[in-house]
Protein backbone atom coordinates (compact mmCIF):
# COMPACT_ATOMS: atom_id res chain seq x y z
CA UNK A 1 0.00 0.00 0.00
CA UNK A 2 1.71 3.27 -1.07
CA UNK A 3 0.75 6.40 0.56
CA UNK A 4 1.73 9.96 -1.31
CA UNK A 5 0.04 12.52 1.61
CA UNK A 6 -0.84 11.96 4.64
CA UNK A 7 -2.35 14.27 7.01
CA UNK A 8 -4.07 14.17 10.26
CA UNK A 9 -5.21 17.07 11.97
CA UNK A 10 -7.17 18.32 15.28
CA UNK A 11 -8.08 21.58 17.04
CA UNK A 12 -6.11 23.54 19.02
CA UNK A 13 -5.34 22.20 21.74
CA UNK A 14 -5.04 25.12 24.11
CA UNK A 15 -8.20 26.38 23.51
CA UNK A 16 -9.79 23.02 24.27
CA UNK A 17 -8.95 22.51 27.50
CA UNK A 18 -9.58 26.22 28.38
CA UNK A 19 -13.03 25.41 27.71
CA UNK A 20 -13.12 21.99 29.10
CA UNK A 21 -11.51 23.26 32.33
CA UNK A 22 -14.43 25.99 32.07
CA UNK A 23 -17.19 23.76 32.38
CA UNK A 24 -15.21 21.88 35.00
CA UNK A 25 -15.36 24.80 37.33
CA UNK A 26 -18.93 25.77 36.46
CA UNK A 27 -20.41 22.79 37.20
CA UNK A 28 -18.52 21.78 39.86
CA UNK A 29 -19.15 25.11 41.90
CA UNK A 30 -22.82 24.76 41.08
CA UNK A 31 -22.73 21.55 43.01
CA UNK A 32 -20.66 22.63 45.53
CA UNK A 33 -22.91 25.15 46.40
CA UNK A 34 -26.19 23.09 46.16
CA UNK A 35 -24.58 19.85 48.26
CA UNK A 36 -22.85 22.92 51.04
CA UNK A 37 -25.32 25.40 51.48
CA UNK A 38 -28.58 24.22 50.27
CA UNK A 39 -30.18 28.18 50.75
CA UNK A 40 -30.89 28.27 47.11
CA UNK A 41 -34.40 25.94 47.01
CA UNK A 42 -36.97 26.00 49.39
CA UNK A 43 -37.33 21.89 49.66
CA UNK A 44 -35.70 19.37 49.45
CA UNK A 45 -37.08 17.62 46.66
CA UNK A 46 -36.59 21.40 44.61
CA UNK A 47 -32.54 20.63 45.72
CA UNK A 48 -32.71 17.18 44.61
CA UNK A 49 -34.23 18.21 41.46
CA UNK A 50 -31.73 20.69 40.91
CA UNK A 51 -28.51 18.71 41.85
CA UNK A 52 -29.97 16.05 39.07
CA UNK A 53 -29.98 18.88 36.57
CA UNK A 54 -26.61 19.82 37.21
CA UNK A 55 -25.27 16.08 37.24
CA UNK A 56 -27.21 15.82 33.90
CA UNK A 57 -25.61 19.04 32.59
CA UNK A 58 -22.08 17.81 33.75
CA UNK A 59 -22.25 14.59 31.95
CA UNK A 60 -23.63 16.33 28.67
CA UNK A 61 -20.97 18.99 28.35
CA UNK A 62 -18.44 16.37 29.58
CA UNK A 63 -19.65 13.89 26.38
CA UNK A 64 -19.49 16.89 23.80
CA UNK A 65 -15.91 18.65 25.05
CA UNK A 66 -14.64 14.66 24.91
CA UNK A 67 -16.24 14.85 21.32
CA UNK A 68 -14.37 17.97 20.41
CA UNK A 69 -10.93 16.55 21.85
CA UNK A 70 -11.41 13.18 20.14
CA UNK A 71 -12.02 14.76 16.64
CA UNK A 72 -9.65 14.32 13.74
CA UNK A 73 -9.25 14.87 10.41
CA UNK A 74 -7.64 12.57 8.34
CA UNK A 75 -6.45 12.92 4.70
CA UNK A 76 -4.65 10.33 2.27
CA UNK A 77 -3.91 10.14 -1.29
CA UNK A 78 -3.23 6.35 -1.65
CA UNK A 79 -3.88 3.59 -4.20
CA UNK A 80 -5.54 5.51 -6.89
CA UNK A 81 -8.18 7.27 -4.39
CA UNK A 82 -8.23 10.33 -1.88
CA UNK A 83 -9.69 9.11 1.22
CA UNK A 84 -11.10 11.15 3.85
CA UNK A 85 -12.02 10.58 7.45
CA UNK A 86 -13.46 13.01 10.08
CA UNK A 87 -13.97 11.07 13.72
CA UNK A 88 -15.87 10.58 15.40
CA UNK A 89 -18.90 11.37 12.38
CA UNK A 90 -17.36 9.09 10.27
CA UNK A 91 -16.80 5.80 11.19
CA UNK A 92 -14.84 4.17 8.20
CA UNK A 93 -12.86 5.93 5.47
CA UNK A 94 -14.39 7.84 2.31
CA UNK A 95 -13.08 7.62 -1.02
CA UNK A 96 -12.87 9.47 -4.08
CA UNK A 97 -11.49 8.27 -7.07
CA UNK A 98 -10.42 10.79 -9.87
CA UNK A 99 -12.81 10.09 -12.06
CA UNK A 100 -15.40 11.33 -9.46
CA UNK A 101 -13.66 14.92 -9.33
CA UNK A 102 -14.86 17.82 -11.84
CA UNK A 103 -12.56 20.22 -10.60
CA UNK A 104 -10.47 20.42 -7.61
CA UNK A 105 -8.92 23.71 -6.30
CA UNK A 106 -6.35 24.15 -3.39
CA UNK A 107 -7.40 27.94 -1.85
CA UNK A 108 -7.35 30.26 0.87
CA UNK A 109 -10.52 31.29 2.48
CA UNK A 110 -11.86 32.84 6.14
CA UNK A 111 -13.82 29.19 7.59
CA UNK A 112 -15.79 31.47 10.06
CA UNK A 113 -17.80 33.38 7.10
CA UNK A 114 -16.92 30.63 4.27
CA UNK A 115 -17.70 27.54 6.00
CA UNK A 116 -19.66 28.77 9.37
CA UNK A 117 -16.73 27.79 11.54
CA UNK A 118 -14.26 24.98 12.33
CA UNK A 119 -15.22 21.04 12.69
CA UNK A 120 -18.06 19.13 10.55
CA UNK A 121 -20.77 21.48 8.87
CA UNK A 122 -23.00 20.08 6.32
CA UNK A 123 -25.49 21.37 4.06
CA UNK A 124 -27.31 19.85 1.04
CA UNK A 125 -24.64 21.05 -1.31
CA UNK A 126 -21.68 21.39 0.67
CA UNK A 127 -19.86 19.91 3.71
CA UNK A 128 -16.94 21.37 5.05
CA UNK A 129 -14.38 19.58 7.59
CA UNK A 130 -11.91 22.56 8.67
CA UNK A 131 -9.60 21.73 11.67
CA UNK A 132 -8.02 24.75 12.16
CA UNK A 133 -6.35 27.06 9.76
CA UNK A 134 -7.83 28.80 6.24
CA UNK A 135 -6.32 26.21 3.82
CA UNK A 136 -8.49 24.04 1.76
CA UNK A 137 -8.92 21.54 -0.77
CA UNK A 138 -12.07 22.17 -2.66
CA UNK A 139 -13.79 19.02 -4.32
CA UNK A 140 -16.58 19.32 -7.16
CA UNK A 141 -17.76 15.73 -7.60
CA UNK A 142 -19.79 14.27 -10.23
CA UNK A 143 -21.97 12.94 -7.55
CA UNK A 144 -22.11 14.52 -4.28
CA UNK A 145 -21.82 18.34 -2.25
CA UNK A 146 -19.06 19.84 -2.81
CA UNK A 147 -16.28 19.02 -0.31
CA UNK A 148 -13.96 21.10 1.72
CA UNK A 149 -11.52 19.34 3.45
CA UNK A 150 -8.89 21.51 5.52
CA UNK A 151 -5.09 21.47 5.53
CA UNK A 152 -1.66 23.09 7.49
CA UNK A 153 0.28 21.56 4.35
CA UNK A 154 -0.98 23.08 0.94
CA UNK A 155 1.44 23.19 -1.47
CA UNK A 156 2.70 19.85 -0.59
CA UNK A 157 -1.29 18.71 -1.20
CA UNK A 158 -1.46 20.94 -4.45
CA UNK A 159 1.69 18.78 -5.61
CA UNK A 160 0.23 15.54 -4.59
CA UNK A 161 -3.31 16.37 -6.30
CA UNK A 162 -1.43 17.50 -9.79
CA UNK A 163 0.17 14.23 -9.47
CA UNK A 164 -3.19 12.27 -8.65
CA UNK A 165 -5.39 14.20 -10.82
CA UNK A 166 -2.95 13.32 -13.79
CA UNK A 167 -4.83 10.42 -15.64
CA UNK A 168 -0.95 9.84 -17.83
CA UNK A 169 0.82 9.00 -14.73
CA UNK A 170 -0.13 5.54 -12.37
CA UNK A 171 -0.59 6.81 -9.27
Known amino acids: ?3 YFKEEQGFASWILW ?9 IGGVLY ?12 SKRLDLIIVSIFTFLALFVANLMIFRSRLLVEIKNGFLWYRFIPFHFSSKKISRDQIVSWQIRKISPLVESRGFGYKWGPNKRSMIMKG ?19 RPEELKKEMEKFMNPIEEY
Open 1 to 3: MSV
Open 18 to 26: VMGLATLLG
Open 33 to 44: QLIQQGSVPESD
Open 134 to 152: SWVLTLVRKKGPKLNLGTQ
